[in-house]
């Protein structure tokens, strides 16, 4: 089978034509700011952290002014490259991590293969009835309406636009059943208890940045019937859609 890359919206008809593969993947530009950027970021802190400590170390009111007179003390060469060190390796974990976070895709006429992180999931075309991109997420709606996954994309907007319709998968404009959701109250007599300990667990969970443990949650309120989203700080919810 042809396999292609595919980087901001170029050679998605020939992709389709010939019944081959679509990678979406980080643009080349995002790739390099990512990689060369976040590390030149942290070293060139590194560099100004002790002289920007010892600036602020004169300040009457100051917090962990400790802290930052430790920093401010590190003027040896040795101890100047040790800190640009730990300000570059700093810069490559927020790079990997920022790559981990975002989802690649393959598509085909018949599935489509997502990867974040270690978690690869296919999904067969037949399975999926909508797609769509909801701020700066991705969602792959199934055939119940619920969510078979929802993350960050690396690639533009558009570019997924044209990869999805271009290999026959049913790209919407927006979420069809937005107008379903209705912000979570806790204690509200529309949901069953056991969904509003999941939502309680799951703004527990955002609070404290556990991406996973959300998701899990989200998976378990889906279980029960119900699909969750966020609005900035805010739960909604709605039921499962089941004769779409």
């Known amino acids: 089978m042809p396999d292609e890359r595919f980087h901001e919206g170029a050679g998605q008809e020939s992709a389709a034509a010939r019944g081959g593969t679509t990678v979406l993947g980080h643009p080349r530009g995002d790739l390099l700011l990512l990689l060369v ?11 100004a952290l002790p002289r ?27 101890q100047t490259g040790l800190v640009m060190a730990a300000g570059l390796v ?7 991590m920022a790559l981990a976070e975002d989802m690649t895709l393959e598509l085909t006429d018949t599935r489509v293969r997502i990867k974040r992180g270690d978690e690869p999931r296919t999904f067969e075309r037949t399975d999926v009835s ?3 991109v909801d ?4 969602v792959l709606l199934g055939a119940d309406s619920g969510e078979l996954v929802r993350g960050g994309h690396a690639p533009r907007a558009a570019a997924l636009a044209d990869a999805f319709r271009a290999h026959g998968y049913p790209w919407r404009d927006g979420d069809p059943y ?13 949901l069953p208890a056991e969904v509003h300990a999941l939502l309680a667990a799951r703004k ?4 404290r940045d556990a991406g996973q443990d959300a998701r899990d949650l989200t998976g ?11 609005e900035g700080k805010e739960q909604y919810w709605r039921a499962l859609a089941t004769g779409a």
């Not at 378990?220 to 966020?230: I, P, S």
């Open 37 to 47: 950027g976040l590390p030149a970021v942290g070293l060139a802190l590194g560099l």
């Open 52 to 78: 920007l400590a010892r600036w602020v170390s004169g300040s009457p009111v100051l917090p962990w002014r400790d802290a930052v007179e430790f920093v401010g003390g590190l003027d040896a060469l040795w």
């Open 90 to 96: 700093a810069g490559v974990v927020l790079a990997l």
């Open 130 to 132: 909508a797609v769509f």
């Open 135 to 138: 701020g700066k997420q991705l």
């Open 178 to 190: 937005a107008s379903l959701f209705h912000r979570w109250i806790p204690g509200t007599p529309d």
């Open 204 to 207: 527990a969970a955002l609070k």
């Open 220 to 230: 378990m309120a889906r279980g029960l019937g119900y699909v969750v989203r966020d």
